[in-house]
C-alpha cells in the first residue's frame, strides 16, 4: 500500500522504483514531478529509487498553460 | 479579522511571481488589491495582442516588457504595493537568488518545461519556500473540476489534466479563476500559517 497522489493504492511495493510505478500506472508524461514522503526525486534516480511500504507518493504530470 | 487588518498583516510579507502571462498578471493584481507589501515578478516577454485575452494588460501597452506594463498596472492599483521586476529568463542559478527574500512563491509560468524547472529547482534549493502551482486550466466551463492539492509546502491549483491546444486556448474566465485561486491560497498561507 501507498498514498499516490493523496489517494491510498493497494500496489505491492516489493523491489518497486519510481520507474516501476510510472510503467505500472501507464503514466507516460515527460514532464514529470515526482516526490516520495515530500522529496523531490531527480529524473536520472527514477530506476534506483525504491518505495517503502506506506510512501506518500506524488506524482505530477505537467501541462502547458498559464 | 476585518479587512485593515488582513491589510496590515499583508504588509509585511513578500510574494515572488515567476511568470507574467495569463496567471502571474491577475495573481499580482488580486494580491495588490489586499495589500501586499512587496512582489518580486520575473519575465522575459513582451505584450502582445494575443495576451489581452486573459492578461492584465491593455491595448495601449502592446509591444511594452510584461514586466515594465505591469509594474505600471499594479501601481494604479495600489501604490502602497513594492513591485520590483526582473526582465530575465529564470533558470536553476537565478531563482534562488531572486526569490530568496519571498515568504511564498507563486509559479505563473505558461509551458511546462518551465514548470517543471521552477518546480524542481524550489523543491531541491529552496525547501522551506512556501510554492503555490497553477496546473490546468485551458479552455472554459468545468469549474468544478478546479481545486486545490496540498503536500508540504507545495499547494497545485488548477484541474492538473486540461492542458492547451489550438482547439482549447488559454482564456480569461478559466485562467483567471486558477490565478485568483493562486491568490487565495496565498492569502490563506499568509493569514493561518505565518505569526510574523
Known sequence: MIILNNTREDIGTENLTVSGLLKLKNFTFKMLVVRINGNLVKKDEYDHTYIGEGDDVMVLHLISGG | ?196
Open chain 2, 1 to 196: 479579522m476585518n479587512f485593515s487588518e488582513i491589510r496590515n498583516k499583508f504588509g509585511r510579507f513578500t510574494v515572488g511571481i515567476a511568470g507574467a502571462g495569463g496567471l502571474g498578471s491577475n495573481c499580482a493584481a488580486a494580491l495588490a488589491r489586499i495589500g501586499i507589501g512587496r512582489l518580486i515578478i520575473a519575465d522575459f516577454d513582451v505584450v502582445t495582442e494575443s495576451n489581452l485575452n486573459r492578461q492584465y494588460y491593455f491595448c495601449d501597452q502592446v509591444g511594452m516588457k510584461k514586466v515594465e506594463a505591469l509594474k505600471a498596472n499594479l501601481i494604479r492599483i495600489n501604490p502602497k504595493t513594492f513591485t520590483e521586476v526582473y526582465e530575465v529568463k529564470l533558470n536553476m542559478t537565478n531563482i534562488p537568488l531572486l526569490f530568496k527574500d519571498c515568504d511564498i512563491i507563486v509559479e505563473a509560468f505558461d509551458l511546462a518545461d518551465q514548470k517543471e524547472l521552477l518546480i524542481s529547482t524550489v523543491l531541491t534549493s529552496m525547501p522551506e519556500k512556501y510554492l503555490v502551482v497553477g496546473l490546468g486550466m485551458a479552455g472554459w466551463g468545468n469549474s468544478n473540476t478546479l481545486s486545490v492539492t496540498e503536500s508540504g509546502k507545495l499547494f497545485i491549483c488548477g484541474d492538473q489534466v486540461s492542458e492547451i491546444s489550438e482547439e482549447l486556448p488559454p482564456i480569461a474566465p478559466r485562467v483567471g479563476i486558477v490565478a485568483n485561486m493562486q491568490a487565495n491560497v496565498v492569502t490563506e498561507i499568509i493569514l493561518n500559517k505565518f505569526d510574523k
